[in-house]
């Protein structure tokens, strides 16, 4: 049964340092279930190191994550959690089944799960293909299916959609779009600002600090434009004007 | 512990030597080939008795390690161990896959060798096949756990290689290949002492000398096993779910 009670995550005053230099400035927001949130800022604004907190692979500062009613990275939410990192994190000398077959034996999910991601994913054709002969794109294709073996409850995706074509990318957040309407709640970071009018909530990142967090239009609305990038824009503008 | 999540990851490895045949081919080749040729160097079938079960002792031991420590750090850099390590797979779940897969690729590698060295070349034992694969095959298995945790000190695959020349070749210099170790100086043999692969390669000694179950052969198998588990321990604390 889903707990659909309270946010799918809730991070309060986190604070994380790499490299002896502090990433995240104490960032407090929520997410709710079944909603595609996406997280948006340019390369190096602390999105995957966000990420891997809400993951629980993170070692973090200070600040609380709790994710589904638990804290970050405790083994209950092993199962529920479906994670793609941003660079393929599978493997270069399997095929992109078996691949497959082996998350999903990790995972306990069924026989035929492999094959049912494949097809989502759109590698049907490129099945038997070794994963170190596949383009960048089919192997963050194969490296997304990762993700949404089993039933995860909530997806995390760390760039799904860098160096796909556009039919690919609509492919995929339609199946996002389907995802959610199932109840599943995805996080999906894009430095890509056309994406972000395709998720229902909008988190924008800039040097570790949440710069705004609403929906497309209600940022659209406060900036006063219909760009979502000339938004971001204002955004900036705004709060160096306030910091003056 | 989880069975089926083990045995995928047996298979998974295995899976992975299969693609690549060179790989496969090189594990079998290479001692085959350094046994006849160790056989015509040395040209003396009493001489070879005497060094080549200590060799058949470094073989394995030799390449589990490297093999060991290039996949497991390759793991680490493709972000496949991080994806695993978010999910519901055990540390000693990974140990023991690795166990099982390469263990099984060292009996084949010692097979082959031992057939070789007992046909062609005129290896003469006084013990039995079995107890010599047995002996092997824990070689290898404690050059896996140390190739393992080894590994964890590796940032790069370079530096992985390494380390095979810094931790393998002492142990092969004092394990009395080249001097006996009880005609070193003190403290050259106290340090042999302290090694794994003295033990390691004594036990290959007393099962080719003699026939029996011998004390010495008993103390060393259980020594070797003991510094095998506590490699794969102290290798189980470098796996972490949480990084920087």
């Known amino acids: ?244 | 512990m989880n069975v089926a999540i083990t045995l995928a990851t047996a298979g998974r490895i295995l899976a992975q030597l299969r693609h690549d045949r060179r790989t496969l081919a090189l594990l079998v080749g290479v001692p085959s080939v350094l046994m006849i040729l160790l056989r015509y160097v040395i040209d003396d079938p009493s001489a070879f008795n005497r060094l080549g079960p200590t060799l058949l002792g470094i073989f394995p031991f030799v390449v589990m390690f490297l093999v060991t420590s290039i996949t497991t750090q390759r793991e680490r850099a493709t972000g496949t161990l991080e994806r695993l390590m978010a999910g519901p797979l055990g540390k000693f779940d990974l140990l023991v896959g690795y166990a099982l897969a390469f263990g099984a690729v060292a009996a084949a590698q010692v097979t082959v060798v031992l057939a070789i060295s007992l046909t062609w070349l005129g290896l003469d034992l006084a013990g039995s096949v079995w107890t010599l694969i047995l002996v092997a095959v824990l070689d290898s298995l404690l050059g896996m756990a140390l190739g393992l945790f080894f590994s964890a000190f590796a940032r790069t695959e370079f530096q992985a290689v390494q380390f095979m020349p810094a931790v393998v070749l002492p142990q092969a210099l004092l394990c009395g290949l080249i001097v006996p170790r009880d005609a070193m100086a003190p403290w050259l043999e106290w340090l042999s002492d302290v090694m794994p692969l003295s033990y390691a390669v004594e036990a290959m000694q007393e099962t080719a000398r003699t026939g029996d179950f011998t004390g010495v052969l008993v103390r060393d198998v259980l020594i070797v096993g003991g510094c095998t588990i506590l490699s794969l321990v102290l290798g189980a604390a470098t796996l972490r779910r949480r990084t920087p």
């Not at chain 1, 993170?58 to 009613?69: D, K, N, P, R, W």
């Not at chain 1, 991601?117 to 590698?123: A, D, K, Q, S, T």
């Not at chain 1, 038997?128 to 294709?141: A, E, F, N, P, W």
């Not at chain 1, 309407?181 to 994406?195: A, I, K, N, Q, Y």
Request: some cysteine.
């Open chain 1, 1 to 244: 049964m889903m707990n659909l009670s309270g946010p799918a995550i809730a991070v309060r005053d986190l604070r994380v340092s790499r490299g002896g230099t502090e990433v995240l400035h104490g960032l407090t927001f929520e997410v709710p279930r079944g909603q595609v949130t996406g997280l948006l800022g340019p390369s190096g604004c602390g999105k995957t190191t966000l990420i891997r907190s809400i993951v629980g692979v993170q070692i973090v500062e200070s600040g609380e994550v709790a994710v589904l009613g638990e804290p970050a990275g405790s083994p209950a939410l092993r199962r529920k959690i479906g994670y793609s990192t941003q660079s393929a994190a599978i493997y270069r000398d399997l095929t992109v089944l078996e691949n497959l077959r082996y998350f999903a034996a990790v995972l306990g999910a069924g026989k035929d799960d492999a094959e049912r991601v494949i097809e989502e994913v759109g590698l049907a054709g490129a099945r038997k293909q070794l994963g170190g002969s596949l383009s960048g794109g089919q192997l963050s294709r194969a490296s997304l299916a990762v993700a949404l073996l089993g039933t995860p409850e909530l997806l995390v995706l760390d760039e799904p959609t860098v160096g796909l074509d556009p039919v690919l990318r609509q492919d995929l957040w339609r199946l996002f779009q389907s995802l959610a309407e199932r109840g599943v709640t995805l996080v999906v970071s894009s430095h890509v600002m056309d994406e972000a009018a395709r998720c229902h909530r909008l988190i924008m990142l800039r040097e570790g600090e949440i710069l705004a967090d609403g929906s497309p239009e209600g940022l659209r609305e406060h900036a006063g434009t219909t760009d979502l990038e000339e938004a971001f824009l204002r955004l900036i503008e705004e709060k160096a004007e306030r910091v003056r």
